[in-house]
């Protein structure tokens, strides 16, 4: 717990040093790691982390199968078959998927055969049904294929011992199937973090109000939870808080979440009261963040749950939440703790004007090729969120960036999404 005779009152006094970006995150990584393990059902397996390597135990296919409806045969005895000279063999069974196939072929016989379906013993080869005509218990060859054509090897797809799966992928619904294939059920994954989301202010009104008199609406808790569900953890707001110093140290003493997100209270007014009760009640480690925007950012530890006071301005909160809350859940929850956008390079079409000591987190626009920053920069501007394509970073070291440099833009859609609002179609490789 922070010493209370230590911790320094900053409202309405403003912030003497704020401290780097990269310190947050280093603090981030050092002190959090992946939560234990769960077992779960296959059916609810995709879109969650594995929790360790998948190494198969059995062989796929487990026997030697009919990779085509056809014929079972011996390979080498095709060889020479033609349209003019037809190969016959004498037709002495059946082979069905699910069924052992008790014939034998010897010399000179086939067997008819269903993909899928188990070799039967004595064939090495599948003459497709195409390249065959049968006639009087008789098939007719018309094509010679090799030993081991349109067979299924035992192991062919997976060998017993592989490696199938490595730990902390994120399950796609074709990695479930893999699993259900090797017989890999249930199966363990990380546990989801689970998320308090605190929002504390007297001007709020609940999601879903309309503003009134010198009210407005509560967006960032909306905002937030599908931010936490994007980044694999598992949202529980609590009902909007007044800003009272009681209130506000109930409602953080109630939470039993992994992570707790605090929206508002965090700058320097005289009723941002969540830092110093942070601080009396655990650890308040940042308190101000050397970027632009969402300078009054904060992170503390309750019993080594981190908390981040994120703040109540809607593109502050957005971004606090990007760099900093985001990449806690990820790490805990066993995901890439890096920005999950996709990113990509583009020359600027307007000069980005920064400042040598902080991060700039900059909305931007892609048109024709170029990036534009946006005119707004307003921390309260949420709308600029949603006009933009993305965001650029401009480094602590920098004084921005020139009209045309390379600056690398973080998508908040998909790339084929700008793309087609730049040209008006889909490029050619859009949907790659």
Known sequence: MSDPTRIRDVRMRGFQERVDVACVLKMLDDRLQPLPHESIALHEAAGRVLAEDIISEIDIPPFNRAAMDGY????????????YNPLEFAIVGEAYPGRACDVEVAPGQAVRIM?????????DAVVPAELAEERQGKVA???AVPPGKHVGHIGEDIACGDVVLPAYRVLRPQDVAILAAIGAAPVRVIRRPVVNILVTGDELLPCGSKPTNHHIVDSNSVMLEALVRRDGGIPEKAPIIPDRVEAIREAIALTAGDVVLISGGSSVGKEDHAPRIIAKMGELAVHGVAMRPASPAG????????????????????????LFAGRAIRILGGRDR????????LPLARKIVSAVGRLDYVRVRISQGQVEPLATSGASILSSTTKADGF???????????????????????????SFKASGSPSENAML
Not at 115 to 123: L, Q
Not at 338 to 345: E, H, I, Q, R, S
Not at 392 to 417: H, I, M, N, T, W
């Open 72 to 83: 079972a045969l011996k390979g080498e005895e095709t060889f020479g078959a033609g349209t």
């Open 115 to 123: 993909t899928g379906a188990p070799m039967p013993k004595g064939a």
């Open 141 to 143: 060859v018309v094509e």
């Open 299 to 322: 992170l503390g530890f309750l019993d080594r749950r981190p908390v981040f006071l994120l703040p109540g301005n809607p593109v502050s909160c957005l971004s606090a939440y990007d």
């Open 338 to 345: 890096n920005l999950p956008y996709v990113a990509v390079t």
């Open 392 to 418: 650029v970073l401009v480094p602590r070291d920098s004084e921005g960036k020139a009209e045309g440099d390379e600056v690398r833009v973080f998508l908040y859609d998909q790339p084929y999404a700008w």
